[in-house]
């Protein structure tokens, strides 16, 4: 079930990603948010250009990657990253941008190491502590992932991208009912976007209540989006039916 959490969520975790800076602006009719694949990749290109008129751009780099992340293409995310990281090797948002890089393209363990080098115990950045329990999570080590979360809310208390990725990290050990009271904390914060959103209606129509997490699945995005993770909601639940067994598995374990 963690590739289904994945795929479904990928559209939105990075889209907020993108900084400002050397983006050129202009050329986009509308914004990356609501982007479809085919202005995604005309968005990355223009954004590749500017990128490869100046390679040493910091923004412009960590602009070019995260659009290569999100139209898949994530080993040219990850030459990108690299080439940023030596061009800025104690910049702490490069290295968690390198760190995210190496994660989307399986190199877990490295991303591990390069997020965590990019802490400093004195200055502990949210955001970086959020990052490493994610790597953790995909490395099946769920209770130190919990704990980085943990440590994140410390910092930063409610923030609901943090609140979303413990409760996926539930979600993912099959505990449905705790990843959605997480989940719904995370949406009723200030500034939940719509992957938080997607994550609930995930974690919702698990349990066999597709009506309302199609509702939840539509809010927020545009049509063809809304349509696009709804229908991937219907997959997943006519897999040899898989949330039935998902909430079989969590009431064995309450």
């Known amino acids: 079930m963690a590739i289904l959490a994945v795929t479904l969520v990928s559209c939105g975790t990075q889209k ?17 948010q609501s982007m479809n694949a085919t202005e995604l ?7 590749g250009k500017a990128y490869e008129r100046n390679p040493k751009d910091r923004a412009a780099g960590l602009n070019y990657a995260n659009m290569l992340r999100m139209t898949g293409r994530n080993n040219q995310a990850l030459a990108v990253m690299q080439q940023v990281a030596i061009n800025f090797p104690t910049d702490r948002e490069v290295l968690a941008a390198y760190g995210k890089s190496q994660a989307a393209a399986g190199q877990l363990e490295q991303a591990l190491s390069t997020i965590t ?4 115990p004195d200055r502990p950045d949210w955001k970086l502590k959020s990052a490493e329990g994610a790597i953790l999570d ?7 992932a919990r704990q980085r979360y943990r440590e994140a809310l410390d910092i930063q208390p409610n923030e609901s991208s943090v609140l979303s990725n413990l409760g996926m990290s539930y979600l993912l050990n099959k505990d449905l009912k705790t990843a959605e009271t997480y989940l719904r904390s995370a949406v009723g914060q200030p500034g939940a976007d719509s992957s938080v959103r997607q994550n609930l209606a995930l974690a919702v129509g698990l349990q066999g209540r597709f009506p309302e997490a199609e509702q939840i699945a539509r809010q927020e995005l ?3 989006q809304a349509e696009a993770n709804v ?3 219907r997959s997943i639940m006519s897999q040899q ?14």
């Open 16 to 32: 907020k990603e993108l900084t400002t800076g050397s983006i050129p602006s202009a050329n986009f009719s509308k914004p990356v």
């Open 41 to 47: 990749s005309a968005a990355a290109e223009s954004i």
């Open 117 to 120: 080098r990019a802490q400093t």
């Open 138 to 144: 995909q490395l099946g080590r769920a209770g130190e």
């Open 222 to 224: 545009s049509p063809d």
């Open 231 to 233: 229908k991937y909601l």
């Open 241 to 254: 039916n898989a949330w039935q067994k998902l909430a079989k598995d969590d009431k064995a374990t309450n």
